[in-house]
Nanobody, 131 residues
């Protein structure tokens, strides 16, 4: 069973909006910490937003704060990323990820779990923003 499946990517003009969805599996559904990451060629994968279900907290990268919103519908087993006021620099492959069951979103030198702390990954969905 595929652990995570993303959808919702596409091409939009600057200022537009997209909503990404990530369907969890029977196992990853139990993960407490889930997040969205993005990557462009020749650059490291970066965290965009994280959702900690047990602690009821969210974290955002400074570059997307105020424009993106992460949410989780546990009843439907879906993690969302609502993206508004999109900019060309938001262009990237976006990935959904989940930590192993029992782990929250804390960690790393900045207090938020880095990509290497996430065990399960989706295949990615491309977002392209044109100016």
């Amino acid at each position: 069973q595929v652990p995570l499946v993303e959808s919702g990517g596409g091409s939009v003009q600057a200022g537009g909006s997209l909503r990404l969805s990530c369907v969890t599996s029977e196992y990853t559904h139990m993960s407490n910490c889930m997040g969205w990451f993005r990557q462009v060629p020749e650059k490291e994968r970066e965290g965009v937003a994280m959702h900690d279900r047990d602690r009821e907290t969210t974290n955002y990268a400074a570059s997307v704060k105020g424009r993106f919103t992460i949410s989780r519908d546990s009843a439907k087993n879906i993690l969302y990323l609502e993206m508004n006021s999109l900019k060309p620099e938001d262009t990237a492959m976006y990935y959904c990820a989940a930590r192993s069951v029992g782990w929250d979103c804390r960690g790393g030198i900045r207090g938020v779990a880095p990509p290497t702390d996430f065990t399960y990954w989706g295949q990615g969905t491309q977002v392209t923003v044109s100016s």
